[in-house]
């Protein structure tokens, strides 16, 4: 089961809305190509920030003074008596991802989705520290967003 939850903490996220979950919910029905597992239920809470409210996580929480365009948090819980259960917090900035987009000439939209790609193969076990992680979640990356109709990010 996977369930999600929309937080708008910004007015720069008004307008998007309707296009954001209409995205967030496409996405979602890939969910065999994300590794999504059906013997875990997801809570996911997509949480629609400004700048200012990401920098101050990501100082928080990754001791980055800095904003960024997503940060994904994952916590499992596990009862003998039900399914694993994965609640996860993914944070967006809308004025970072305007910006990333604007730099690399891709919609808004695009770089969202790739954004959210990115934070479900994270919530389902996908790391990039090491090289050979990140070229196992770039190429996880490219397939799913290509089945989606988006171009390779990478290319750009």
Request: proline content about 1%; overall charge positive.
């Amino acid at each position: 089961m996977i369930k999600l939850n929309f937080y708008v903490q910004s007015k720069n996220w008004s307008r998007r809305m309707s296009k954001v979950t209409k995205i967030t919910n496409e996405v979602v029905k890939k969910k065999t190509d994300l590794n999504f597992d059906k013997n875990i239920n997801y809570y996911l809470n997509i949480i629609l920030l400004n700048d200012k409210k990401m920098k101050k996580l990501n100082l928080k929480y990754k001791r980055k003074n800095k904003t960024t365009d997503v940060l994904t948090f994952v916590s499992t819980l596990k009862n003998i008596n039900y399914n694993k259960t994965k609640y996860c917090d993914i944070f967006f900035s809308a004025e970072t991802i305007k910006l990333y987009s604007k730099q690399n000439k891709i919609s808004f939209y695009d770089h969202f989705t790739h954004l959210l790609v990115h934070s479900f193969l994270h919530i389902n076990g996908y790391m990039h520290k090491k090289a050979n992680d990140f070229i196992k979640m770039k190429k996880a990356e490219i397939e799913i967003l290509n089945k989606i109709g988006l171009q390779n990010p990478y290319l750009l």
